[in-house]
């Protein structure tokens, strides 16, 4: 790739930054050159957080529905999963499991949904709110 | 030990480990560039390990395992170096409180979630994002150093604390590092390099394993020639060959996988040793970067089902890729080792 090559696609995602890449100069050295995002890159970066998104949609409908507890969609917009939550916390996954069901999180007592919403980064309140949950996930939730 | 006042210099990097390690290493007064860094410490890799998953996917990364490039580095230049993770996330709180305090720039290991000034679309569990934090704001809040970015930033104890202390796979348990080399210094560069060309090369083609190196390469060139048969439903197929791609280009590699990075390093290597050797591996594996790069654009216009080139030519493109690799690194066994 030559410095002239260098994509400078103004990618979304940067928010306005720039990045480092690497490129080959007109005398044959390899320098640094910024650039300002590839589509190509892009694309494979919102093909996955497309896929995120979907995801929350699903969970919201769940949690709606009363199918799925709002933890679940809490965890999964802190892109963890019931194990990774669990690490954090320094419990066990299967604890984390058995609290995702809906049923049980609406009697969870008042320390185990602070401690989970420590651990997320949430509103206590929010946690037992399925209205806290936005439609969209670029839509900022708390 | 270095003095207190000289402020520390943001240089923004591709990759954040060499970049944080080379922006340490020119703050304690050894001038070093990141390709440099990157080449000393072996950070050039290639492994495809499917049945390793991370959110789901399968693990490919293309470089070596993230922590050792900055302890490699000092080794081989034999600069004396701190490098210390905590149990208790208290005293790895109070241990950086203090060496900031006393005016010392410490790199940091740290969960790039939880990250504020991090654009949104970067931030994802990953936890083997390494920062330099080298001060602190009147609010409070430390300064920081990411490679990545292309300013100086802030950020809030809170985050910090979180970040440094996430759990999960490659947790940083606090860890913290810095070099620490006696005033005027004088590495000798040279053994450092073979050494680093040494363990590429050789993790490159000698892991007996199909998973690593070139092996690897054409490993995953048969996976994903199998990969529209196997994974039957399309969103499925489009994921998968979005996180090659991704791991490839989005996550700090300078484009191409890391292939220029670590061909700046054999091209400043070469003119630093004279060994013609080296250069012309620099420009092969430029090569290689250009096909890698070929490979992403191709892959992406599949995943997302516009493709003017057929599928195979995916696999076809990285047993082009395998081959020029392996060409590489033999060559520069042969004649540099």
């Known amino acids: ?142 | 030990m270095q003095s207190a006042a000289r402020s520390f210099e943001h240089t923004q990097t591709a990759h954040c480990e060499s970049g944080a390690t080379s922006n340490l290493l020119r703050h304690a007064g050894l001038p070093v560039t990141e390709a440099m860094v990157f080449g000393i410490g072996s950070g050039l890799f290639f492994v495809h390990c499917p049945w390793v998953k991370l959110m789901d996917l399968p693990l490919t990364s293309y470089r070596s395992f993230p922590g050792t490039i900055f302890k490699k580095t000092c080794k081989r230049l034999g600069v004396p170096y701190r490098y210390q993770s905590f149990r208790d996330p208290l005293k790895g709180r109070r241990a950086l409180d203090e060496l900031v305090a006393g005016g010392r720039a410490v790199g940091v290991r740290t969960n790039i979630f939880w990250l504020p000034y991090t654009p949104e679309r970067f931030r994802f569990q990953f936890n083997g994002h390494n920062i330099v934090v080298h001060g602190r704001t009147p609010e409070n809040d430390y300064v920081v150093s990411d490679p990545i970015m292309d300013r100086t930033s802030t950020c809030p104890e809170r985050s910090m604390n979180r970040a440094r202390f996430a759990a999960g796979t490659l947790a940083p348990h606090g860890l913290i590092f810095f070099p620490d080399p006696a005033a005027g210094m004088k590495p000798e560069f040279e053994p450092a390099i073979r050494a680093g060309v040494r363990e590429t090369v050789g993790r490159m083609l000698n892991i007996p394993f199909p998973f690593f190196g070139v092996r690897g390469i054409r490993y995953m060139s048969r996976r994903i020639a199998r990969w529209p048969k196997k994974l039957t439903d399309p969103a499925q197929l489009s994921l998968n060959l979005a996180n090659v791609v991704r791991m490839q280009e989005e996550i700090g590699t300078g484009g191409g996988g890391f292939r220029y990075l670590y061909a700046a390093f054999l091209q400043e290597s070469a003119d630093l040793t004279g060994a013609p050797v080296l250069a012309e591996a620099a420009r092969r594996l430029t090569d290689s970067g250009n096909l890698w790069r070929d490979f992403a654009t191709i892959a992406v216009q599949q995943a997302r089902g516009r493709a003017d080139t057929p599928y195979e030519r995916i696999p076809a493109l990285l047993l082009e890729i395998a081959t020029l690799e392996e060409e590489i690194f033999t060559d520069l066994r042969r004649r540099y080792l």
Not at chain 1, 32 to 56: C, F, H, R, Y
Request: charged share 25%; with cysteine; hydrophobic share 40%.
């Open chain 1, 1 to 142: 790739m030559k410095v002239e090559e260098v994509p400078q696609d103004r990618a979304r995602s940067y928010e306005g930054g720039s990045k480092v890449c690497y490129a080959v100069d007109a005398s044959g050295k390899i320098v640094k050159t910024p650039t300002s995002g590839w589509t190509v890159e892009e694309s494979a970066m919102s093909i996955a957080w497309d896929a995120i998104g979907s995801t929350l949609d699903r969970i919201r409908a769940d949690v709606l529905a009363g199918t799925a507890s709002p933890l679940a969609w809490f965890m999964t917009m802190r892109q963890m999963d019931a194990r990774l939550l669990a690490q954090n916390l320094g419990i066990s996954t299967l604890r984390v499991w058995w609290h995702l069901r809906p049923g049980v999180f609406a009697r969870l007592s008042q320390t185990w949904l602070s401690r989970y919403a420590d651990c997320l980064d949430i509103p206590v309140a929010s946690l037992k709110d399925p209205a806290a949950i936005p439609e969209s996930r670029h839509a900022e939730c708390c």
